[in-house]
């Protein structure tokens, strides 16, 4: 099987189901497309048993599929950045503490309560997995992800402070666990000497590294686009941005997440203000609008199909369903800790603490980290664990949030209902 043929699968599949959730199924896309591959996932292992098909084939494909090359490599930057290039910095701004602390601080909470309390659950199943590899699980599924909650956001009004909280971090917090993961996994590996100095040196380089590459290569972008009026060139500049600045970040050392997220704020902010005309505004705001449109049918496609390739036995989808617990725990004392420190100095939303746990949705970045570890039984445990949380995540909570978020907050001021976040800037 060739690389074409992979692509042309994956683009019919994802076709297909995009228009089933369109046609009958009407969730919202993210949500939609999960359940429509979830659908066909079982339907063709229930046929392998049968043996009406062939289950090997079904399984090579799926192997074939480098979903974590082709997360964390190719389509996260271009997901990010399409996430970023609607943020109004001047939102963003405005909420800047709370979500730089639940973008760092909250993230190693998660990773700590969510790996101890993972690791108890999987030696009182009788699972001896080494602490370490638990904490790797506590740092993959912590990242929240800002491909599934932007897109239900934009239609369960939420208050806009609270959105912009919840966006800003899920934007941010990839990078950080990321960072967390690499460290955590070279302690595991024995290639890195755990203390509290190599960890934090590794974060910050990894941080302000991200933050200049990004703001750079984002610049000089600018710049470009200012001198020309033609909106395919322009939309040919972002594209190569995104590329470049999230190779040339891998390759240096630092965080591509971040770089890329802050190029996108700053073309989505200042270059839309001042370096293009409303044709050109318009046309780069439907292309990113289709692009993430159509990497994320692709990417919940992709989570889908991995179901079949899982070993799922009764043990396994205990832990999974413990696993469940444990993020939720750790999430909750992850925006709960410092919210009730931030609220010494500024108010929130009512219900912010139980939404913000409740919108924690899992996706394609902790699947990828999980696919990222080297074979072992103990891969075997957390790769099963990830996808349980992740599909409980998108389906479970992404279906309730917006019900929650109805029921706790207050109803929105004027302002705040006519002009979403998320909105485009024209």
Request: aromatic share 8%; net charge neutral; with cysteine.
């Amino acid at each position: 099987m060739t690389h074409f043929h992979i692509a042309a699968g994956l683009l019919v599949l994802s076709a297909l189901a995009s228009y089933l959730n369109h046609r009958f199924i009407r969730l919202p896309a993210t949500i939609g497309m999960m359940v429509v591959s979830l659908i066909g996932s079982i339907s063709l292992v229930t046929l392998s048993h049968t043996g009406m098909i062939n289950p090997g084939q079904v399984a090579s494909f799926v192997k074939a599929l480098d979903f974590r090359d082709l997360l964390l490599h190719g389509m996260l930057g271009f997901l990010l950045f399409a996430g970023a290039l609607h943020i109004n910095l001047g939102d963003l701004r405005n909420v800047k503490a709370p979500v730089s602390i639940l973008a760092t601080i909250g993230v190693l909470i998660a990773t700590l309560i969510t790996g101890s309390l993972f690791w108890l659950a999987s030696r009182s199943l009788g699972f001896s997995i080494p602490y370490i590899y638990a904490l790797l699980f506590g740092a993959l599924i912590s990242p929240t992800d800002p491909v599934a909650i932007t897109g239900i956001l934009r239609t369960v009004g939420a208050p806009r402070g609270l959105a912009m909280k919840i966006a800003g971090e899920s934007l941010f917090n990839d990078g950080i666990a990321v960072v967390i993961f690499i460290a955590l996994f070279g302690i595991a590996s024995g290639s890195t000497v755990f203390n509290t100095e190599t960890i934090s040196l590794l974060i910050f380089r990894e941080l302000l590294g991200g933050i200049l590459v990004g703001l750079s290569l984002g610049w000089i972008t600018y710049h470009l686009i200012r001198s020309v009026d033609a909106y395919q060139v322009e939309i040919l500049l972002t594209l190569a941005l995104v590329a470049c600045c999230y190779s040339l970040a891998e390759i240096i050392g630092v965080s591509a997440p971040i770089a890329v997220v802050v190029a996108g704020l700053l073309i989505g902010n200042h270059g839309r203000s001042f370096a293009m005309t409303d044709k050109s505004r318009t046309s780069l705001d439907n292309f990113w609008e289709l692009m993430d449109e159509f990497l994320n049918a692709i990417l919940f496609v992709l989570i889908g199909l991995e179901i079949i390739a899982l070993d799922l036995s009764g043990l396994h989808l205990l832990l999974g369903g413990l696993a469940i617990l444990a993020v939720l725990i750790g999430r909750y004392f992850s925006v709960f800790l410092p919210i009730r420190f931030l609220q010494n100095w500024r108010t929130f939303s009512p219900g912010t603490i139980p939404i913000f746990t409740w919108a924690g949705l899992r996706g394609g970045i902790s699947t990828a980290l999980a696919l990222s570890l080297p074979a072992s039984d103990e891969r075997g445990l957390i790769l099963s664990s990830t996808y349980i949380v992740v599909i409980f995540s998108v389906l479970v909570q992404g279906l309730t949030i917006g019900r929650l978020v109805q029921t706790l907050s207050a109803t929105p001021s004027r302002a705040e209902s006519t002009e979403h976040p998320f909105s485009k800037k024209l």
